[in-house]
T-cell receptor, first 116, second 107 residues
Framework: GAVVSQHPSRVICKSGTSVKIECRSLDFQATTMFWYRQFPKKSLMLMATSNEGSKATYEQGVEKDKFLINHASLTLSTLTVTSAHPEDSSFYIC????????????FGSGTRLTVV | DAKTTQPNSMESNEEEPVHLPCNHSTISGTDYIHWYRQLPSQGPEYVIHGLTSNVNNRMASLAIAEDRKSSTLILHRATLRDAAVYYCILRKNDMRFGAGTRLTVKP
């Protein structure tokens, strides 16, 4: 079945540094991928839509310069959290939809980011 | 955006059927009804989706009201591994999550 691989699963970084999270579709091509963040005990919040070969579309209130998204190929989208601060600590999840319409979206296993 | 309303939590006994309701009174004709579930510290997992007709797959059944303003996810025999947060989502071009229903399965 369709698989989305997300890496790393956990990362701890110091305040002020940048962290890159990768999202790969392993057995299908994804022209569009989605990035979410989730705080403890809360639901997923859509941050941005990543479009292959063009700029990402960000949701209202999400800082483009802080959360850099690059979708350089049909199987890879990356989210870079720049100049991370403790309030950026969260669970980040990506997703993509396999072609065909017979199944729903496939989600990565998530990345737990802790900024210290 | 069309929104969904689900109960915050539900309980079920193991090996009994579970009916998880979802109201979506502002659904439009092109909105697909998707259901996902999420276990702690994991990404959501696709369960089932449909447009107008009831749907069955190996995981669950989806019953869609005739006016499409509500739907019900049916787990035919709940197991302990079905304990999760279940999300009902109306999909247009993206996927936006509501609060979901936390399902507890008692042995």
């Amino acid at each position: 079945g369709a698989v989305v691989s997300q890496h790393p699963s956990r990362v701890i970084c110091k305040s002020g540094t940048s962290v890159k999270i990768e999202c790969r579709s392993l057995d299908f091509q994804a022209t569009t991928m989605f990035w979410y963040r989730q705080f403890p005990k809360k639901s997923l919040m859509l941050m941005a839509t990543s479009n292959e070969g063009s700029k990402a579309t960000y949701e209202q209130g999400v800082e483009k310069d802080k959360f850099l998204i690059n979708h350089a190929s049909l199987t890879l989208s990356t989210l870079t959290v720049t100049s991370a601060h403790p309030e950026d600590s969260s669970f980040y999840i990506c997703s993509a939809r396999p072609p065909g319409g017979l199944v729903g979206y496939t989600f990565g296993s998530g990345t737990r980011l802790t900024v210290v | 955006d069309a929104k969904t309303t689900q109960p915050n939590s539900m309980e079920s006994n193991e090996e009994e059927p579970v009916h998880l309701p979802c109201n979506h009174s502002t659904i439009s004709g092109t909105d697909y009804i998707h259901w996902y579930r999420q276990l702690p510290s994991q990404g959501p997992e696709y369960v089932i989706h449909g447009l107008t007709s009831n749907v069955n797959n190996r995981m669950a059944s989806l019953a869609i009201a005739e006016d499409r303003k509500s739907s019900t996810l049916i787990l035919h025999r709940a197991t302990l591994r079905d304990a999760a947060v279940y999300y009902c989502i109306l999909r247009k071009n993206d996927m936006r999550f509501g609060a979901g229903t936390r399902l507890t399965v008692k042995p």
